[in-house]
């Protein structure tokens, strides 16, 4: 691997291996209030409060992203949201309720996650063609 430097732990060297082995590389790390908009709108499907984004843009602590985490995953608001916002991964949506498996249930979904990803890169992925 060329980008040894990338990889923090087994995933992203996983990760790193497959992009290269594609003659791709690695996006650029988003920017700490991006970082803090994906992270909330991904567990509990709202945005951040600008005091939030100001808290976290301050942390410099190397543990920063995960006080967020560990913060947002005991919200009340854990997960309320999932099948509403479409932030469930779509297999998994599927597989909990296969009479939602109809082509117009597929769009809406695919549709819902391309709204709440839209400040990711485009990848090949089947949701965002």
Avoid: C
């Avoid at 650029?28 to 843009?57: C, H, K, N, Y």
Wanted: charged letters at 30%.
């Amino acid at each position: 691997m060329k980008n040894k430097k990338w990889a923090r732990n087994p995933i992203d060297t996983f990760i790193l291996a497959r992009l290269e082995n594609q003659k791709l590389s690695p996006s650029p790390e988003a920017d700490r209030v991006t970082l803090i908009r994906r992270l909330s709108l991904d567990l509990i499907g709202l945005p951040p409060t600008i005091d939030e984004v100001d808290r976290f843009v301050a942390d410099k602590s190397p543990d920063a992203y995960e006080k967020v985490v560990e913060r947002l995953l005991a919200s009340p608001h854990y997960g309320e949201r999932w099948d509403a916002t479409g932030s469930m991964p779509p297999v998994t949506r599927i597989a909990m309720a296969t009479k939602r498996t109809r082509p117009q249930h597929l769009a809406i979904s695919r549709l819902r996650h391309q709204r709440l990803h839209r400040d990711l890169p485009s990848t090949s992925s089947r949701w965002n063609n």
